[in-house]
């Protein structure tokens, strides 16, 4: 071993000390918003049938939206895998893109294509001749569901193509070889043996659904109540803190039961630690039976239907000069785009300027814990691994709520600070930079580092020299990861959000809410393009795997020139003397 664990005892000192700000303290501060009562207010906000109705229809919305991503994110995941190796990495790509994509962007785009002026709606009225729309489901449960389950299927996704890619194709072939049919070898040996993935997958997919917040904002209406939105409604109109972090210190401990115990099947079927979203497949196609055309005509159909055609849609809509009841735009026109004010660019600037500060924040603290926590287990190395992945699990509303009754007061008041902002983001986008960084740090080979130490390098130059340049693809990853996510943020944001001071998320949701589409669309696009530009200047300055390795050596055939001029001086000297 290059250290023993005293060693490193004070580095996760000190992060124990970085991360405790960033849950403990606000969590902490959460329950003090209960005041002296607490016990009453427990009491109170408990037994009310209220609480109670909003948690059960929760829960049940959940689980609902959860078996259709599941029914279909398997099915896609299974077409996927069925398909050409690289035709299969470009469809997981598109499919990895819905991240980075706005949840409330999602619900946004459904108005166009199937509310009661929508351009399906229309197109199947005029084919069938119907006197009105064949439907009106968007705005209430179903709405939300089919949202929903448009949003969430990648999390299902990449979870089964990973146990996919993990299984040895001798079983199915050998299933194929004793008379088994495709549809029997799949649903007799492959799908069983998928299960703790599938399992993993539609866990994760129940916690995040449970902490939706941003598609409720669009598409909900009074019959669409859940837990986040209570919180939101409690806390943010009726000004009522001390029933809102009851509420939302009871949906906090459902947040985390759910993800303790996904990252306990998690860890079953992927052999990983947990995480969120992170990992995965390293290639996809063909290693379970053989590449199949109408696989990936499935997959393509499907990737386009529920990925590629609500980011069209936001793009037509910005560009339609009006789209009511046809289907497609009658005319085209940038005028939607010229009516924007200084304000709609004033918050498309503080979005740039707050996911540029949290994508920077987030590389620089995700690689740190990274290092520090790497190959440990348990003990404080396992508390801080919690720590930072805490956000990641919990609804963003939450998150927004206990951060701002920990920086809204003495000894540090954020509350008319840009900085609160940049804070409650960056807690939300960490656990994700952190688990995607931690996946590449203990993968990297300890020889280079021993090497290293032979030749004399203390700690600090083995992390700028050998450890910083193979974990800079990983950065690079981190930092785009980071920057969307926090272009898109919203529920945490509008909970801490200092007075006249709006992102372009919130600008875009008042459109929306006002009835303004066209112009909510055009702020969106350009939203859609700073992020797109953030991305590819992030690849522009970033390396890949092999020239990480690269810069390692290259640091080490350095350090070991120094070694033999070090040697060669001493020679010299002992032969002068």
């Given amino acids: 071993m290059l250290a023993s664990k005293s060693r490193f005892g004070w580095p996760l000192a000190v992060a124990g000390l970085v991360f405790i700000p960033m849950v403990v303290y606000p969590g902490w501060m959460l329950i003090s918003l209960q005041g002296g009562g607490v016990w009453t207010e427990w009491s109170t906000v408990l037994h009310s049938a209220a ?21 279909i994110g398997v099915g896609v995941a299974v077409a996927i895998h069925r398909s050409p190796p690289g035709f299969a990495r470009w469809l997981v790509r598109s ?34 001749h119907l006197s009105g729309p064949p439907w009106d489901f968007l705005y209430g449960r179903a709405g939300v569901v089919f949202a929903e389950v448009c949003y ?27 008379g088994a049919r495709p549809g029997r070898v799949w649903r007799r040996v492959i799908l069983p043996m998928a299960y703790p993935g599938i399992s993993a997958g539609a866990i994760l997919c129940f916690l995040l659904i449970q902490n939706e917040f941003g598609i409720l904002l669009v598409l909900g209406s009074q019959q669409v109540q859940t837990l986040p939105m209570l919180i939101y409604s409690t806390a943010m109109m009726n000004l009522d803190l001390p029933a809102a972090s009851v509420t939302a210190t009871v949906m906090l401990g459902m947040s985390l039961a759910i993800y303790a115990l996904y990252r306990q099947v998690e860890r079953w079927s992927l052999g990983g630690r947990g995480g969120v979203f992170v990992g995965g497949a390293k290639g996809t196609g063909g290693s379970v039976g053989k590449s199949s055309g109408w696989a990936a005509w499935i997959a393509t159909l499907a990737v386009v239907i529920v990925f590629v055609l609500p980011i069209m849609v936001v793009v037509v ?59 440990r287990r348990g003990g404080i190395a396992g508390l801080i691994d919690a720590l930072i992945m805490i956000p990641g699990a919990v609804p963003s509303v939450v998150v927004g709520l206990a951060v701002l009754a920990a920086y809204h007061q003495k000894p540090l008041d954020l509350s008319g600070s840009p900085a609160i902002v940049i804070l409650v983001q960056l807690f939300l986008a960490l656990p994700f930079s952190y688990r995607m960084l931690l996946a590449i740090a203990e993968t990297m080979p300890p020889a280079l580092e021993e090497a290293a130490a032979g030749l004399g390098a203390g700690p600090w130059r083995r992390i700028r020299r050998v450890q910083i340049p193979l974990l800079l693809p990983g950065m690079r990853a981190s930092a785009a990861l980071a920057f969307a996510l926090s272009l898109g943020e919203l529920g945490a944001t509008m909970m801490v959000c200092p007075p006249g001071f709006a992102t372009a998320p919130m600008q875009i949701l008042q459109y929306i809410q006002r009835g303004y589409y066209y112009q909510g669309s055009a702020l969106a696009v350009l939203l859609l393009l700073a992020g797109f530009l953030g991305l590819a200047a ?29 040697a060669g001086d001493g020679a010299d000297i002992g032969a002068v003397s």
Wanted: hydrophobic letters at 55%; a positive charge; proline letters at 4%.
């Fill in 51 to 71: 609480l109670w109705r909003t948690v059960w229809f929760s829960l049940g919305l959940s689980l609902e939206s959860t078996v259709f991503a599941v029914l």
């Fill in 95 to 128: 499919v990895e893109l819905m991240v980075a994509f706005p949840s409330f962007l999602i619900a946004f785009s459904l108005i166009f294509l199937y509310g009661s002026q929508g351009s399906i709606t229309a197109g199947v009225q005029h084919l069938l």
């Fill in 152 to 178: 969430y299927i990648p999390f299902m996704i990449r979870p089964t193509l990973a146990v996919l890619e993990r299984m040895d194709p001798a079983l199915p072939e050998a299933a194929a070889g004793l």
């Fill in 317 to 375: 809509s910005a560009l339609a000069r009006t789209w009511v009841g046809t289907v497609l735009p009658e005319g085209w026109t940038w005028r939607w785009f010229a009516v924007l004010d200084a304000s709609d660019w004033a918050s498309l600037g503080v979005s740039i300027a707050v996911a540029g500060a949290v994508a920077l924040l987030a590389t620089v603290i995700g690689t740190g814990a990274a290092l520090l926590l790497r190959r």
């Fill in 538 to 566: 992030v690849a522009a300055l970033g390396v890949n795997r092999r020239s990480g390795w690269a810069l390692a050596r290259k640091g080490l055939r350095r350090d070991r020139r120094a070694v033999d001029r070090g």
